[in-house]
């Protein structure tokens, strides 16, 4: 296949398009237009028609610069352009900025806000007044502030997984509690964050519920614990997330 430019010949005519774009600067038309039947380029190599004949192109397109026409503004009696395209001209674009009420309120600008204070940290947010009746257990600035609010004040029979009396955890519980964060560096075993940056010493989860045992003691063992931070283990508790202990990864 030669390059009709140059000459050279090349295997195949792809070889010699890309040639003739790279070397030549100018790519060989690919496209026979259906309305004129003159050959041109196109990029995708889909266009029916050349940039002369499209029929959605130049003042076939109702957005063409030409194409717009003239009526009078309702309120000032003024004559102004517009696209018939666009809703019919009513009001010219004076009147339209200068009148209130025309136009919708700027989204932009936030509406009325009050201040609130954190239930878990005690920074301030701001908030919807509407709000303030909705949100039964307050406002928090983070999941990682709900997170600690809910350990330590959903508790009894408000917690989901209540299902009637206090749990008795017993003397080796806090002895396996050190041996698991020891065996996981003090890390939670989920997301990876550590003691430092929790700035305390992650929780340590029960992977087969306390309750399921008939004598708790039962359950503390190291292959029943898994250290995590105080979002995931929430999460696993409820059921979002599975986690293993560092035996069975």
Known sequence: MDC?????SLATEQGMRQHHTKVHGDPLPNRTCSGCGLAFYDPKARREYCDDCDPNAGEHNGN???????????????TFEYYPSDKPGVYCSDCVEAAEGLLPDNPSIKAERVT???????????????RIDE?????????????????ANVVGPDHHQWEGGPIEYGRSWWQVRRQALERDDYECQHCG???AELDRNPDVHHLEPVRSFEDPEDAHVLENVVTLCRSCHRRAEEGQIAVSSAGEK
């Open 4 to 8: 009709p430019t140059c000459g050279k």
């Open 64 to 78: 063409w610069r030409d194409a717009t026409e003239l009526t009078d503004c309702t309120r000032c009696g003024s």
């Open 116 to 130: 609130v204070g954190c239930q878990s940290c005690g920074d301030d947010l701001e908030v919807r007044p509407a």
């Open 135 to 151: 949100q039964e257990r307050g406002f928090f600035c983070t999941l990682a502030c709900y997170g600690d609010w809910l350990s």
């Open 193 to 195: 964050v550590e003691a």
